[in-house]
């Protein structure tokens, strides 16, 4: 757990972890030169299980996290932030999974989405591992402070935060540890993850999303096919499950998926037949959908490659149908 002036919310995610049902650990906390109470604060506890390096000037996030992975002994690393709340059962299950996976290097688990002023939401994200990647493909899909990672992994290929995805080093971690093992989410709550105004997601939210984007384009250049700015936010808003797209936006979506699956077909980047099917079926309900074009639609979908690659089933493709026809009157 990487702290830098954690103010007020500090004592509650100790105590989180602290307080958990499995006790063989080690807790590193990185004290990144904090100048307000926070390294009093962690010093208060007398907990011998609490590991404290101490970085006498600050170094930033990125740092302390690489300095974090080379100090922990454990067969697994979990992480944790300084202003979130890990359940008391969190690092029980997650070791449990991962004792019974050992393909998989990575987990993380849903998580509560919560402030001091609003009440909390589940955010509950896929949890098989080509789900996983799908959905990497257009934004984060593990929430770093709900993750445990399998250091055997880590050390077997000296893996790191890489300092140039400033505010979007998780990210880019994630997708390159995904080429040497599985990864999962845990179909359950484990951490309350607190939101509020200094969140590096609304506090650094240019350099985050640039950072995104370059994440984005990496596995897109990895699966063999080179997209420009406007063609990945149109493939962003696809993926997002917008339905409000214009016609000439749709024309070029019409040209850049197939083009994305022919590229997968070939690299095998992300399992073939699942991300077809994906791609098919969001295709499929995109035109089915869309709230402006009707005839037009049918037309899309049915001179599509797309449509030989995936099952709508016969209901589905009469309603398409019926749509065209109602419009045609």
């Known amino acids: 757990m990487p702290v830098y002036n954690a103010g007020a919310h500090l ?15 080690e807790f590193v906390i990185l004290n990144d030169g904090s100048t ?59 070791v449990t999974f991962m004792d019974s996976h050992p393909a998989i290097g990575l987990m993380g688990s849903w998580f509560e989405d919560f402030s ?49 995805f400033i505010h979007g080093e998780d990210y880019e971690f994630w997708v390159r540890m995904s080429g040497f093992c599985k990864l999962a989410n845990y179909p359950e709550c484990l951490v309350r993850k607190r939101d509020h105004v200094n969140n590096i997601s609304n506090k650094y939210a240019s350099d985050q999303q640039h950072s995104i984007r370059r994440v984005k384009l990496k596995q897109f ?22 339905w409000n797209f214009s016609e000439s936006e749709m024309e070029m979506l019409n040209e850049l998926l197939p083009r994305i699956t022919e590229a997968n077909d070939s690299s095998n980047f992300i399992p073939v037949a699942e991300f077809s099917q994906y791609i098919g079926r969001k295709w499929f309900h995109l035109c089915l959908n869309h709230p402006v074009l009707k005839r037009r639609a049918w037309s899309f979908y049915m001179g599509s490659p797309l449509r030989l690659r995936v099952k709508t089933g016969l209901v589905n493709t009469l309603k398409l149908l019926l749509k065209k026809r109602l419009a045609a009157r």
Do not use: W
């Open 11 to 25: 004592r509650e995610a100790i105590t989180s972890i602290l307080d958990q049902t499995f006790k063989n650990f």
């Open 36 to 94: 307000d109470a926070s390294l009093d604060m962690i010093c208060s506890f007398s907990d011998k299980r609490i590991r404290l390096i101490n970085n006498p000037e600050n170094i930033g996030l990125i740092a302390s996290l690489n300095i974090g992975l080379k100090e922990c002994l454990g067969e697994y690393i979990v992480r944790m932030d300084q202003d979130d709340i890990s359940l008391p059962e969190r690092i029980s299950r997650q």
């Open 116 to 164: 001091d002023t609003n009440e909390g939401n589940v955010i509950r994200y896929d949890c098989f591992d080509t789900e996983i990647r799908i959905r990497h493909l257009h934004q984060t899909h593990i929430s770093h402070p709900t993750a445990i990672i399998r250091t055997s992994v880590v050390r077997a290929h000296q893996l790191s935060f890489d300092p140039s």
């Open 221 to 242: 250049d990895a699966m063999g096919i080179s997209l420009s700015a406007d063609q990945l936010k149109l493939y962003d808003r696809f993926a997002d499950s917008e």
